[in-house]
């Protein structure tokens, strides 16, 4: 079994890591997943015997990170092979809403984000795999007219967007295969963005440049302009690869059946509560912005309060100033002697007026801006909110289908049973039944054995009467 679940800002390091918890691909690493022909299978490393799988002999079996490569390799083996064989089967040209499409993007946006470096920005912590995307550009040419592209795209203002978008156009000119091929081989490049145990720096990563040579005999054409790359969730819907009750029973019987449903079954349970992890976090931290958001109207009252008083005190300095002005016309007109000490003292004041007039201008200019960047700042926070709201619905409908999927894997998990126990009972009739079979064979034999002996002793008998005779 495995799992990939569905990366955000804060401005605290609780809401930070409830961001991250929230946002970043959880894996589950008790659990594995393997391609067996073209179902998924779900096995927990407990059940998986002590002898090491050929293509992972190097790794430890227990270590999370490799176990999270893996995955995510299988499951890239297993959305090409699919997409390739549905669009072949379909025989047009895929667009936007072709569901085996939409997944395949999903799984290579996680395999891109596998192992990625945090970078620290204005607004916080940010992982994008955008960057490493650009490194195509400088080592291969062809990329140029991609990467222009994607700039001059309307609507997109992230950098995941722009990353969703250039994949989108790769896959459209055939040349996706290539241009990762082209950013594996210069690992140097790439440790600046992942980690050293990132999937882009293990053989996994090859190994997926290699199978996405076989999009090459797709043909896609895929309108991005009105399609909001930025917001998207990007959640993998384990149910397109989930083995169903028909295929299972050609290829297993018995104890197999009731085993895989039962795998399946705590597989979507491990989903589910991961899910409502997500959910849980996602609502934590819209709580906490809703409190932040408070917080931020009460002080923009209290600076608008201020500026109010700010603006009071100036037109009072004003009055102050325009009736010392008058005084000292009044004065110089009456008292000639005294005139030069009384002008002096009201040059002084005036002086002192203007001084105080500009401290007050000054500390007015300083609440609006204080004012304009709290505006904005509540302005994020509430696109934020939004976004937050928008993921946790949709987060809600997965959780929804899980458990409708668990509830139709319990009702299968009790036929199954069912169908047990009526073949244990009619083994057990079957049992009986040879019991007495045996019984009677070894009555026979008696018999037979009995009929053996009175036939012996007739013949001597009817030889002895015939030598009397």
Not at 9 to 23: E, M, N, S
Not at 68 to 75: K, P, Q, S, V
Not at 439 to 447: D, G, R, V
Request: hydrophobic share 35%.
């Amino acid at each position: 079994m495995s799992d990939l679940i569905p990366e955000s800002d804060a401005p605290t390091p609780t809401t930070d890591k409830i961001t991250q918890a929230a946002r970043e691909t959880i894996y589950l690493c008790n659990f594995r997943v393997s391609v067996d022909g073209e179902w998924l299978c779900l096995r927990e490393l407990n059940d998986i015997s002590l002898t090491p799988d050929p293509e992972v002999a190097r790794e430890d079996p227990k270590d999370p990170i490799a176990i999270e490569r893996l995955n995510l390799m299988n499951m890239a083996k297993l959305s090409i092979k699919g997409l390739i064989e549905s669009a072949l089967n379909l025989g047009r040209t895929l667009d936007s809403d072709y569901a085996p499409l939409q997944q395949f993007f999903v799984v290579m946006e996680h395999c891109l984000k596998h192992g990625l470096k945090t970078k620290k920005t204005f607004l916080g912590q940010n992982k994008s795999f955008w960057g490493p995307l650009e490194l195509v550009e400088k080592l291969n040419p062809e990329a140029g007219e991609i990467a222009a592209s994607v700039k001059d795209l309307p609507g997109l203002k992230t950098p995941l967007g722009r990353g969703r978008a250039w994949l989108r156009l790769a896959l459209m000119q055939k040349k996706l295969s290539d241009y990762m091929k082209t950013i594996i081989n210069r690992k140097d490049l790439l440790s600046e963005f992942y980690e050293p145990n990132a999937l882009m720096m293990e053989e996994e990563g090859a190994v997926i440049a290699g199978l996405l040579v076989g999009l090459n005999v797709i043909d896609a054409n895929l309108c991005m302009k009105g399609e909001d790359l930025d917001s998207q969730v990007g959640v993998i819907d384990f149910s397109m690869y989930l083995k169903d009750g028909g295929h299972s029973s050609k290829t297993t019987e018995g104890d197999g059946q009731i085993t895989a449903i039962l795998d399946q079954k705590n597989y979507v349970e491990e989903l589910n509560r991961h899910l409502s992890a997500s959910v849980n976090n996602l609502q934590a931290k819209v709580d906490a912005l809703e409190k932040s958001n408070t917080k931020l109207t009460e002080e923009l009252a209290v600076a608008n309060n201020r500026i109010i008083t700010l603006q009071e005190e100036m037109e009072r300095v004003k009055e102050e100033h325009s009736y010392h002005l008058e005084s000292a016309h009044k004065v110089s007109g009456s008292e000639d002697n005294a005139d030069g000490q009384v002008l002096g003292d009201t040059w002084k004041q005036l002086k002192e007026e203007t001084q105080l007039r500009l401290d007050v201008e000054k500390e007015l200019e300083l609440q609006i801006g204080m004012k304009q960047e709290m505006e904005l700042a509540m302005k994020m926070l509430e696109k934020d909110i939004c976004e937050k709201q928008d993921a946790l619905m949709e987060l809600r409908r997965h959780l929804d289908d899980l458990r409708t999927l668990n509830h139709q894997l319990s009702v299968k998990t009790q036929t199954s049973d069912a169908t047990l126990k009526q073949k244990s009972e009619v083994i057990s009739r079957l049992e009986e039944k040879a019991n007495q079979m045996a019984a009677t064979i070894k009555q026979l034999e008696h018999s037979e054995k009995d009929v053996v002996k009175q036939a012996r002793s007739l013949n001597s008998a009817a030889w002895k009467l015939l030598h009397h005779q």
